[in-house]
């Protein structure tokens, strides 16, 4: 399975962005997939999951209420709508699949989130 995050960029607090997350390969054996991020000098981080089936989504609290996660199985992509951005919010984003929740064995590459004050 391989997959191509797209999407990020430079956005003032309070704006708008929408991560793709587009799969391709082995896709049968994917259940779940998630967003994380990883901001500079921390840990990466859960920002929200999808399962490929029946759409059942999870949020970090700290992302409730402004990102929405959904997916398009007819283009084998999921999407992380982000808004209201907060400095805070700056990371690298990575999409993740796998054939149960937490157990992601899929990853892509980055994509840079910047939110400036």
């Known amino acids: 399975v391989q997959l191509q995050a797209s999407g990020g960029g430079l956005v003032q607090a309070g704006g708008s962005l929408r991560l793709s997350c587009a799969a391709s390969?082995?896709?049968?054996?994917?259940?779940?997939m998630g967003w994380f991020r990883q901001a500079p000098g921390k840990e990466r981080e859960f920002v929200a999951r999808i399962s490929w089936s029946g759409g059942t989504t999870y949020y970090a609290d700290s992302v409730k209420g402004r990102f929405t996660i959904s997916r398009d199985n007819a283009k084998n992509t999921v999407y992380l709508q982000m808004n209201s951005l907060k400095p805070e919010d700056t990371a690298d984003y990575y999409c993740s699949a796998g054939p149960i929740h937490g157990l992601y064995n899929y990853w892509g590459q980055g994509t840079e989130v910047t939110v400036s004050s």
């Open positions: 390969g082995s896709i049968f054996s994917i259940n779940d």
